[in-house]
Nanobody
C-alpha cells in the first residue's frame, strides 16, 4: 500500500515562505515521477511542479516559476516544495502525488496513480 503524507502547510502573509514535504512509504522511490498539485475552492486541480526521480528533471507551472522549487531527498524518500514570495492566489489545498510513468506526460495530464491527503496553504494579503 503506497502512502504519501504531506506536511508543512499553514498560514502566511503575502511575500512569505513555506516548505511542504511529502514522505513516501512503500513506494519504489527510485523510479517515475512525483509532483505537487493544488486545488482552490471552486477551481479545478492544477499542476504546480513535478520532478523525475531518476534524472532530477523538474517541471513547473508558469504561475510559480522563479518562486517555487521542487526537490527530493532519496535517502529519506521525501519530496519537498519550497515556496517563496507567496501570493494570495497561491491559497489552496496542496497535494503530492507519485506515479511510475513518464513525468512530463503525467504532469500535463494529472494522471498520477498515488495521491496524498493534502495540506492547506493560506496566504493573506
Amino acid at each position: 500500500q503506497v502512502q504519501l503524507v504531506e506536511s508543512g502547510g499553514g498560514s502566511v502573509q503575502a511575500g512569505g515562505s513555506l516548505r511542504l514535504s511529502c514522505a513516501a512509504s512503500e513506494y519504489t522511490y527510485s523510479r517515475g515521477c512525483m509532483g505537487w498539485f493544488r486545488q482552490a475552492p471552486g477551481k479545478e486541480r492544477e499542476g504546480v511542479a513535478a520532478i523525475a526521480l531518476r534524472s532530477d528533471t523538474t517541471y513547473y507551472a508558469d504561475s510559480v516559476k522563479g518562486r517555487f522549487t521542487i526537490s527530493q531527498d532519496n535517502a529519506k524518500n521525501t519530496m519537498y516544495l519550497q515556496m517563496n514570495s507567496l501570493k494570495p492566489e497561491d491559497t489552496a489545498m496542496y497535494y503530492c502525488a507519485a506515479d511510475p510513468g513518464v513525468c512530463w506526460s503525467r504532469f500535463r495530464t494529472l494522471e498520477f496513480a498515488y495521491w496524498g491527503q493534502g495540506t492547506q496553504v493560506t496566504v493573506s494579503s
